[in-house]
């Protein structure tokens, strides 16, 4: 049913792409369930017809972009559960049509940008609870037509600004309680 499964893969080719698949055009869902990559992994301008689940891996490219989703169309869910990322995670004007869930996931990213999805449309919620974050976190321009939940969640950034949200537009409730530190 043109699924992608990469669940438990390990990607490596460090500062340079580890996996590419941009322009890719899948009907159903891409499985990157506890991967672990060294290396850019790329899904810029792809069109997945189903989720994109990404529950427990593990993306690594300091310095640089560690997961690039840009001009995604994902059809389904966007689901960084437990992922951690060290590089930049990168969804602009990424298109989603159900939830972005980053519960509990880590960003850091010394290049100042752990987690930017400005312009992106989300016609679901963004789930940031319990995400711990090292680096801008960056919503300028999006549209979420659901909830924005941030509780629990710790955003830090020693070189600026730890969220930005310009021109941010959310349909539905902004959730900000129990902000934590970064331990």
Same mark, same amino acid.
């Given at each position: 049913?043109?699924?992608?499964?990469?669940?438990?893969?390990?990607?490596?080719?460090?500062?340079?792409?580890?996996?590419?698949?941009?322009?890719?055009?899948?009907?159903?869902?891409?499985?990157?369930?506890?991967?672990?990559?060294?290396?850019?992994?790329?899904?810029?301008?792809?069109?997945?017809?189903?989720?994109?689940?990404?529950?427990?891996?593990?993306?690594?490219?300091?310095?640089?972009?560690?997961?690039?989703?840009?001009?995604?169309?994902?059809?389904?869910?966007?689901?960084?559960?437990?992922?951690? !990322? =060290? &590089?930049? *995670? +990168?969804?602009? %004007?990424?298109?989603?049509?159900? $939830?972005?869930?980053?519960? @509990? #996931?880590? /960003?850091?990213?010394?290049?100042?940008?752990?987690?930017?999805?400005?312009?992106?449309?989300?016609?679901?919620?963004?789930?940031?609870?319990?995400?711990? !974050? =090292? &680096?801008? *976190? +960056?919503?300028? %321009?999006?549209?979420?037509?659901? $909830?924005?939940?941030?509780? @629990? #969640?710790? /955003?830090?950034?020693?070189?600026?600004?730890?969220?930005?949200?310009?021109?941010?537009?959310?349909?539905?409730?902004?959730?900000?309680?129990?902000?934590?530190?970064?331990?």
């Amino acid at each position: 049913n043109g699924n992608l499964n990469c669940q438990n893969a390990t990607f490596t080719k460090a500062n340079e792409f580890a996996f590419g698949a941009d322009g890719l055009a899948i009907r159903g869902t891409v499985f990157l369930k506890d991967v672990k990559s060294t290396g850019e992994v790329r899904f810029a301008g792809a069109n997945i017809g189903g989720d994109l689940d990404c529950s427990r891996a593990t993306f690594e490219n300091i310095g640089g972009d560690a997961f690039n989703l840009d001009r995604a169309t994902i059809k389904g869910e966007m689901i960084l559960i437990n992922a951690k !990322a =060290k &590089g930049n *995670v +990168r969804l602009l %004007g990424a298109k989603i049509e159900g $939830d972005i869930n980053c519960r @509990e #996931a880590i /960003f850091e990213s010394n290049k100042n940008m752990a987690f930017a999805a400005d312009r992106a449309i989300v016609n679901g919620n963004v789930v940031l609870f319990k995400v711990k !974050a =090292k &680096g801008e *976190v +960056r919503l300028s %321009g999006t549209i979420i037509a659901g $909830d924005l939940v941030c509780q @629990e #969640a710790a /955003f830090e950034n020693p070189e600026g600004h730890a969220f930005i949200g310009e021109k941010l537009r959310i349909n539905g409730t902004l959730f900000i309680n129990n902000l934590q530190n970064l331990d």
